[in-house]
Structure formats: structure tokens, C-alpha cells
């Protein structure tokens, strides 16, 4: 496992834009799919975006065209462009890494960041 630490979330408006990150540790970052992941408070984790070692992604149908996930394997970093966020946006966003392409089902990623909150006004 990888341990996962996110950051860069906030409070924007409509329309605006953010980057998250996630800072991962170990020598085998470059092994692991990456992903995204958001959960509001007593709903189910959605997923929003994947990449895979070599660099394949999966996007949900709501963020694509405004969202962009990326990976520095150099960094062992990760990250998710947000752009022309809207309010339903809003929520807490977790990275996560998978040993396979586990693509949009949580079940197939085995560590887990601790959630940075994503805020957007209208």
C-alpha cells in the first residue's frame, strides 16, 4: 500500500477553477492506477475520474470535458484539474491508488488519501 496525503481543495465560485493534488509515498507509485473519488455526507462515494500507470483514463460522465486528471511519476503525485465547477461539485474529494486499473469501482482501490472539501458558490 501507498499512503496518500491530498490537498488543494477550497472555496471558489461558479465557473472557477482548482487543482487537487495527492502526494503519494513509496517506491512503487509508478506501479499504481491512480484515481478520484467524491463523497457527500451519508451518500455513497462516487467515482470521478481514473489513470492508469501508463497514463489511460476514465472520467465519469459529468466531469468530462471540464476535469482532468494527471500523474508526475516523478513526484508521486497525482492530480485533478477542475475546471468550470459548478455547485454540485461541491463535496469532499479522495484520491486513491489501485495495484490493477480498477477504473471506477472503489472496491478495487486498497489505500485511500483523507479528503480535502471542495466548495463552489453559485
Known amino acids: 500500500q501507498v499512503q496518500l496525503v491530498e490537498s488543494g481543495g477550497g472555496s471558489v465560485q461558479a465557473g472557477d477553477s482548482l487543482r487537487l493534488s495527492c502526494a503519494a509515498s513509496?517506491?512503487?507509485?509508478?506501479?499504481?492506477?491512480m484515481g478520484w473519488f467524491r463523497q457527500a455526507p451519508g451518500k455513497e462515494r462516487d467515482f470521478v475520474a481514473a489513470i492508469s500507470w501508463s497514463g489511460y483514463t476514465t472520467y465519469t460522465g459529468s466531469v468530462k470535458g471540464r476535469f482532468t486528471i494527471s500523474r508526475d511519476n516523478a513526484k508521486n503525485t497525482v492530480y485533478l484539474q477542475m475546471n468550470s465547477l459548478k455547485a454540485e461539485d461541491t463535496t469532499v474529494y479522495y484520491c486513491a491508488a489501485s495495484p490493477g486499473y480498477s477504473g471506477p469501482d472503489y472496491r478495487g482501490y486498497n489505500s485511500w488519501g483523507q479528503g480535502t472539501q471542495v466548495t463552489v458558490s453559485s
Open positions: 513509496g517506491r512503487t507509485f509508478s506501479r499504481y492506477a
